[in-house]
């Protein structure tokens, strides 16, 4: 297993110092930066070399023929390599994935040498590191796409508050992966739902049974810095839990449906059937009750449990008219019937074509403040659930809790944290 021995600063030290960068790179035109409004070859680098970044490289290419994959960052090299052969293999894309070897990096500061040689930059590492990575990469004036969601705490959200507000400045793109905001059905559902089809909103009920996903047990000679990057989803500091990882469309998606977010969150959640040492310390269900300001009702409830379950992905509304059903293929029952009868997009696709056609015609894309709200959304859920408190946005947004590293080392000592204890963990 090969991986950098490159040593790094604190994400705390990074974020104070980052802004020296701003005022360097604010001096490039955006037309410098990322050939917009041109028909140049536009450089596309990945950070994050997993079966998401992957997937995001390859709807990168497919969305405009003249872009190239031109440099690939990871923590660990044979992510990279992985990626390279999966992406070779499909035909349609294979000639333009140009990644040569002096352009692969590897290692914690791996993201900055692909930011320095690429025009548009995909991010999809744990998202522990989204807001490190989104601000330089807005710093550099590159356009960005981040995958959801964009920070596991509340500095990590505020961060990248201010990363939006930049890009916004800078006139570059920012696209999120919440990609049901780009689904035609969900749009045109919620369109509906907006212009008054069932009424005002009283609740809203969203349901995230699924069955489990990998593990990577701890081999021998891993550290502890190995072990919880190669096993990120089950530590808070690289996932946020299952909550904000996953759950965070569901949560996106009400938010998006009722044109707010809410003021107050309580809830519960424990670790039942994931208990075994690679299964760290995340909740393996959640349930927790939202309250918006008019006193409307989110209840959102998700799990993972083994197979053999019953499992249900949806999103159901109900207000002083009729009822809603958010999914894939929509309804509305009521006072105005309707369902949904055109073709699906893929949205996953859909929301690369509208991030380089934006940059194509200059007319930037900003996807950030509600990618940086439905995160925070997730987080207060999980603060919710792991202390017992009630937790309003005003707490949850200005917490004081870093969950990253002390430092970002290979042989730093990391021992699994206790799973949460309902009314023993503190808010911070």
């Known amino acids: 297993m090969a991986r950098s021995s490159t040593r790094q ?29 041109g028909s140049d070859r536009l450089r596309v680098g990945l950070i994050g070399c997993g079966g998401r970044g992957t997937g995001a490289a ?17 923590a ?66 590159k356009h960005v796409f981040a995958e959801k969601p964009c920070a596991v705490d509340a500095p990590g959200v505020r961060s990248v508050l201010a990363t939006a507000e930049l890009a916004r400045k800078r006139g570059v793109s920012l696209v999120a992966g919440l990609q049901l905001r780009y689904s035609d059905p969900h749009k045109e559902v919620v369109r509906r739902i907006h212009d008054g089809a069932i009424g005002q909103i009283q609740t809203i009920q969203a349901n995230d049974f699924r069955g489990p996903i990998w593990t990577r047990p701890r081999q021998e000679g891993w550290s502890d810095m190995v072990y919880q990057m190669r096993n990120w989803y089950y530590f808070t500091w690289l996932s946020g839990d299952f909550n904000v990882e996953q759950h965070v469309h569901m949560l996106d998606l009400c938010a998006w449906t009722k044109g707010q977010y809410p003021v107050r969150a309580i809830g519960s959640g424990g670790q039942q059937t994931r208990i075994l040492p690679e299964h760290g310390h995340i909740y393996d269900h959640f349930a927790i009750v939202y309250e918006f300001a008019d006193g409307a009702k989110l209840f959102a409830q998700c799990r993972q449990f083994p197979r053999g379950c019953a499992n249900d992905i949806s999103v159901r509304v109900a207000g002083a008219r009729g009822r809603a059903v958010v999914h894939s293929r929509p309804s509305i029952t009521g006072a105005q019937e309707w369902r949904f009868g055109g073709k699906e997009n893929v949205a996953v696709q859909t929301e690369h074509d509208n991030l380089f056609a934006s940059i194509r015609n200059n007319r930037p894309i900003n996807n950030g403040e509600y990618l940086a709200h439905s995160s925070l959304l997730a987080i207060m859920g999980r603060m919710a659930a792991y202390t017992g408190q009630a937790i309003t946005w005003e707490m949850a947004l200005n917490s004081k809790e870093d969950l990253s590293p002390p430092r970002y080392d290979w042989d730093a000592k990391l021992p699994t944290p206790p799973v949460a204890r309902p009314g023993v963990t503190r808010f911070v």
């Open 9 to 37: 600063a604190s994400r705390r030290s990074f974020l104070k110092s980052s802004a020296v960068a701003a005022g360097v790179a604010a001096s490039l035109t955006l037309e410098q930066s990322a050939h917009a409004g």
């Open 58 to 74: 390859t709807q990168a290419m497919k969305a405009d023929r003249n872009v190239r994959l031109h440099a690939m960052g990871d």
């Open 76 to 141: 660990f090299e044979d992510q990279i390599t992985n990626s390279v052969n999966r992406l070779r293999d499909d035909k349609e894309i294979a000639a333009q994935v140009d990644v040569a070897g002096e352009r692969r990096f590897v290692g914690f500061d791996a993201y900055r040498r692909v930011i320095e040689c690429c025009d548009v930059v995909l991010l999809a590492t744990p998202p522990g590191f989204r807001p490190i990575h989104m601000r330089a990469a807005v710093e550099a004036g």
